[in-house]
């Protein structure tokens, strides 16, 4: 089955700095890759995600990387606000058309911006 | 559109004890999912089910059992509570058939088993 390793488990910026957050996958056959924000008490909240096919995706201040040859996937948040801390979850997906995909999530990382 | 909603919020268990969480959603979802969430391990899939009648073991399945309703319900019980239980539970749901691939989480339910 899929693996999914995340680091780091936390991490502490200066508000404005930048902040990655990294995961690794196992399965060479995962095809979709969600990153997760969770703020204390809340629930998971979808904020980005990139699929096989596509290397870079960017939304304002946040962006994902894919190395497809590495296995592994960033987050990377830009100018960070006191609002980004919370903690971070990345998730690797095998999709494929009908039936049931496994989700497999990554440890977490919390991230504190520091004001 | 209330999406994922699960009770209770909070409840707190005698070891032993059973008891039922219940999930509902209101977006014709197939694939429904409970989580279990602790400290430093981020979430773990208890159970799953692809569709109405189906239902399969996650990475956490022990102690626990699901049962698929109908297409909007999925419940996860309990039968005899023991403090390693104690923990976040989220119920989630997605449709694999649909044109979004986003997860849809419910917003959990805390439960301590003393």
């Known amino acids: 089955g899929e693996n999914v390793e995340q680091h780091p488990s936390t991490l502490s910026v200066q508000e404005g700095d930048s902040a990655v957050i990294k995961c690794t996958y196992s399965?060479?056959?995962?095809?979709?890759f969600p990153w997760y924000k969770q703020e204390l008490g809340k629930r998971p909240q979808l904020i980005i995600d990139?699929?096989?096919?596509?290397g870079e995706k960017k939304d304002q201040r946040i962006a994902v990387t894919l190395n497809k040859t590495a296995k592994h996937f960033s987050l990377h948040i830009t100018e960070t606000q006191p609002e980004d801390s919370a903690v971070y979850f990345c998730?690797?997906?095998?999709?494929?058309?009908?039936?049931?995909?496994?989700?497999?999530f990554g440890t977490g990382t919390k991230l504190q911006v520091i004001p | 559109n209330a999406g994922v909603t699960q009770t209770p919020k909070f409840q707190v268990l005698k070891t032993g004890q059973s008891m039922t969480l219940q999930c509902a959603q209101d977006?014709?979802?197939?694939?429904m999912y409970w989580y279990r969430q602790d400290p430093g391990m981020g979430l773990r899939l208890i159970y799953y089910?692809?569709?109405?009648?189906?239902?399969d073991k996650g990475e956490v399945p022990n102690g626990y059992n699901v049962s698929r309703l109908n297409k909007r319900e999925f419940s996860l019980r309990l039968e005899s509570a023991a403090p390693s239980q104690t923990s976040v539970y989220f119920c989630?749901?997605?449709?694999?058939?649909?044109?979004?691939?986003?997860?849809?989480f419910g917003e959990g339910s805390w439960l301590t088993v003393v």
């Open positions: 998730a690797a997906i095998y999709l494929y058309s009908g039936g049931y995909q496994k989700v497999t």
């Open positions: 089910s692809a569709s109405e009648g189906t239902t």
């Open positions: 989630a749901s997605r449709d694999p058939t649909g044109r979004s691939d986003t997860i849809y």
């Open positions: 990139i699929r096989s096919n596509v």
């Open positions: 399965d060479s056959a995962s095809n979709y």
């Open positions: 977006m014709n979802h197939n694939s």
